[in-house]
C-alpha cells in the first residue's frame, strides 16, 4: 500500500508483488490520509478519509472495487495496524486541541468504541504496531527534539509507562519501529550514524533487548536517500523475505546551448 501524487490529491494505490499489477484504491474527490492497514488476510485496506472535513475510516478490496465506510467517529483515527488474530486494531489518535497530545487507540471489528491503549501527558506517541503474535507492540514516543522507539505487552486497557521498554539509549532520532517476522527483532529508521538509515535491535524471547543497534541499510547517497523527504511522510513495511521503504532522488540535468553564430555587418 502506499499513497501516491500521481493523482491530484494524492490517493491510495496498492501493487501486488507476485503479479506486478498496480490499482488505485480510494475514489475521485477523496483525501485519504498517508496511513493505511492491511486486515490480517492481506485482502482489504483500511485508511482514513478526510474529504467530508472529519475522519471516515474506509475498508476497500485489495483486488479493486467500491470503499466502504466501516467507522464514522467524532474524532480523527488513522488506521496504523491490525493485529495478526483479527481481533484488534491500532489507530493513531489525533488531538483535538493544540495543548493535547498524539496518542494510539484501539478498537475491534463491530466495536463502536475507541478506547486509548497508550498516551503520554508530555510526548505524542506515534507509529504503533503489533508483534507477529499480536502479543506486543511498538511505538514511539517523541518530545521537541526527540524521538524514542519502545515495546510494550499488548493487552486490555491503557498501557502505563511503567511497562514500556526503551530499545535504544534515545540520544538520536529513532522513528518508524517494526517487528520482523519472527518477533525477535525490531527495524527501525536512524539519524544515529548522522544520516537517516534502517537500524535493527535483535530481542529475547521474553522481549529483552540484547546486543545494540546494527545497521541494517545505509542511505548515505546525496542524489537517493531516506531523508531527502519529509520524516512525516515516510512508511517502512516488513514482508516475507522483504523490507519495503522510500528515498526520494534529487537529481537535474545540465544543458549546453550552443550561442548563435554572429551576424554579419551589412555593407554600405
Known sequence: LFISSKSNPAQLYGKDLVTGRERRLSQNGTEPKVSAAFDPSGSRALYLDMSEGKGFLYSVPFSGGVPQRIAPYNERATPLDWASNGHSLLLLRVPLSTSAHFSVAVTGPGAKQVR???????????????????????????????????????????????????????????????????????????????????????????????GGPFAVFHS?????????????DQEISVGKGLLAFDQTEFKGNLWVLDPPPPQSSAHQ
Open 116 to 210: 486509548t491503549l497508550v498516551s503520554d501527558s508530555s510526548r505524542d506517541i506515534f507509529q504503533a504496531h503489533f508483534s507477529p503474535n499480536a502479543r506486543w507492540i511498538t511505538f514511539t514516543a517523541m518530545g521537541n527534539a526527540s524521538s524514542q522507539v519502545f515495546i510494550a505487552p499488548f493487552h486490555d486497557g491503557a498501557i502505563p509507562a511503567s511497562e514500556w521498554r526503551p530499545i535504544a539509549a534515545g540520544t538520536a532520532w529513532d522513528d518508524k519501529p517494526r517487528f520482523s517476522r519472527d518477533g525477535l527483532t525490531v527495524l527501525f529508521t536512524s539519524d544515529r550514524d548522522g544520516f537517516r538509515c534502517i537500524w535493527g535491535q535483535r530481542l529475547t524471547p521474553d522481549m529483552q533487548p540484547v
Open 220 to 232: 548515505h547517497g546525496p542524489g537517493m536517500s531516506i531523508r531527502n523527504s519529509p520524516v512525516s
